[in-house]
Nanobody, 124 residues
Framework: QVHLVESGGGLVQAGGSLRLSCAASGRTYRTFAMGWFRQAPGKEREFVAAINWGSGNTDYADSMKGRFTISRDNTKITVYLQMNSLKPEDTAVYYC?????????????????WGQGTAVTVSS
């Protein structure tokens, strides 16, 4: 079992920045990937970004490219999401997810482990 704990959410004005963190603990796997998803009220959970832990390869949703950056800290087993130029439409609960294997996906059902989420609110 992998346990994921997100932090770093909060209230920020439009144009501001936040950095989310997701610390992983518990069982470890030789190859795995981690991702960020978000869910706004009344909407489906959507892909934000993902990273292959071993290679560092990343993938982003088109609307986040250039504004968001996913990264990892191997020693802390922590993944980060740096969010810049935030917009009110970025308001959502952001979830960290993890899956075994080398591949990274942009669909929630491909991920086995989930955190509880951290809320991000961007005011206009």
């Amino acid at each position: 079992q992998v346990h994921l704990v997100e932090s770093g959410g909060g209230l920020v004005q439009a144009g501001g920045s936040l950095r989310l963190s997701c610390a992983a603990s518990g069982r470890t796997y030789r190859t795995f990937a981690m991702g960020w998803f978000r869910q706004a009220p009344g909407k489906e959970r959507e892909f934000v970004a993902a990273i292959n832990w071993g290679s560092g390869n990343t993938d982003y949703a088109d609307s986040m490219k250039g504004r968001f950056t996913i990264s990892r800290d191997n020693t802390k087993i922590t993944v980060y999401l740096q969010m810049n130029s935030l917009k009110p439409e970025d308001t959502a609960v952001y979830y960290c997810a993890a899956r075994r294997g080398d591949l990274i996906y942009d669909t929630p059902f491909q991920y086995e482990y989930w955190g509880q989420g951290t809320a991000v609110t961007v005011s206009s």
